[in-house]
């Protein structure tokens, strides 16, 4: 059992949870994954490791209430438990594998927009850890549901905020904060992170791609078993099949397939959907041995 150090309501629909799991925290590396299950019968629910703590044998995770799993998991409660962690799952961020040096050349750009902004605060830690100053942005519908503001504040070279409605920082989506950066003032990016909603993603990409900013996204459609093998959360990454529990999450953004990656989302989520995918992608459905039934 995994037990509950900390749980916190962040917004009405977004939760923060500090759950002791030291064997996944050992080896956790920003840019990685963990799948959670509250109980026996519990859906297994991917999440992205907000923080992680090695001395304390904590990791921080940030999740929004979507469904049935996920509302049940908000009802727990500090000295709760989960019945399994896994993890930590994927593959660390490919950024963390440069030398420090290298990176501190680069000028970066992180972009956490809504609950997307957990998975991007280990890495801008890290890069604060390592000497390395980046620009950040979070977005979010209103200044009531920007997430980890002051974390991000003492980690980031810049902070800056965007809210849909204007409520605090810039007036509008993220997107229209870095056009204004780069166009009006004045700011390079050698490389930008992007990681939130699909749609966020997708835009942030086509308008980075304009500006010819190498861009990487975090990608967490629908997983089950998070090793490959049911084939839930298949991709298409410049005209190739990939799995985003074992080949990413994180990829090329210039190279994601954003509207066919939404569309499958929504066609999985019935048994006559899989059906139906099952029978156009043929073998390269399945990740792995394709007689595992995951996705049933
Ligand atoms: P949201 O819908 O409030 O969007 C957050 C910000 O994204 C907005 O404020 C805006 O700046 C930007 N954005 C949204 N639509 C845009 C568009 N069309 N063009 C440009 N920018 C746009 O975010 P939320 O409600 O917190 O997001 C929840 C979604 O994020 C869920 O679907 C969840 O699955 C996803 N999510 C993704 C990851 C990941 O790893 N990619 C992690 C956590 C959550
Ligand atoms: Fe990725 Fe099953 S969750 S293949």
Redesign the pocket.
Known sequence: MYKILEARQLSE??FLMVVEAKWVVRACQPGQ?LIVKTDEEGERIPL?ICDYDREAGTVTI???T?GASTTKMARLKAGDSFMDVTGPLGRPSNLIDMAPEELRRKKMLFVG????A??VYPQVKWMHEHGIDVDVII???SKD?L?LEDEMRAAAGNLYI???DGSCGYH??????IEKLVKEDGRHYDHCVA??????????CKLTKELGIPTV????PIMVDGTGMCGACRLIVGGEVKFACVDG?EFDGHKVDFDLAMERQKTYKTEEGRAMLALQEGDTHHGGCGMCGGDR
């Not at 996204?217 to 967490?220: G, K, L, Y």
Request: glycine share 16%; no cysteine.
């Open positions: 629909k977004n994954f992205t940030v999740f929004q979507v927009g809504g609950v997307g957990a998975p977005g979010a519908k549901l997430m965007a809210t849909d509008g989506m993220v997107t229209g904060l990681i939130g909603p699909v749609i966020m993603m997708k835009f942030v996204v975090s990608m967490n999450p």
